[in-house]
Nanobody, 124 residues
Framework: VQLQASGGGLVQAGDSLRLSCAASGRTFSTYIMAWFRQAPGKEREFVAGISWSGSSTNYADSVKGRFTISRDNAKSTVYLQMNSLKPEDTAVYYC??????????????????WGQGTQVTVSS
């Protein structure tokens, strides 16, 4: 499985961005997908995850109500809509695939494949 993340950029506080992650592989619709982020000097942290059908989602408390994860299985793509961005959202954002779980895990060790990351910078 190969993942290609895009959509990052430099924005001001309060702005919005939509990240995309396109996946290869014919079984995309069976994978749990998630977004993580890593700020300089910090550990990679869970942001949001979505079940294979899209019916179940999970969010970190820090982004609840501002970020929305979604997926289009026909396009093998997962999205992260980020609204009301804050300077503390600045990080490299990674998409990830979990092939084996039936639920969204928040731990990095659960995920089998990772995208290359896309930089999001929010200025105050």
């Amino acid at each position: 499985v190969q993942l290609q993340a895009s959509g990052g950029g430099l924005v001001q506080a309060g702005d919005s961005l939509r990240l995309s992650c396109a996946a290869s592989g014919r079984t995309f619709s069976t994978y749990i997908m998630a977004w993580f982020r890593q700020a300089p000097g910090k550990e990679r942290e869970f942001v949001a995850g979505i079940s294979w059908s899209g019916s179940s989602t999970n969010y970190a408390d820090s982004v609840k109500g501002r970020f929305t994860i979604s997926r289009d299985n026909a396009k093998s793509t997962v999205y992260l809509q980020m609204n009301s961005l804050k300077p503390e959202d600045t990080a490299v954002y990674y998409c990830a695939v979990d092939r084996d779980k039936l639920y969204v895990s928040v731990g990095t060790s659960s995920y089998d494949y990772w995208g290359q990351g896309t930089q999001v910078t929010v200025s105050s």
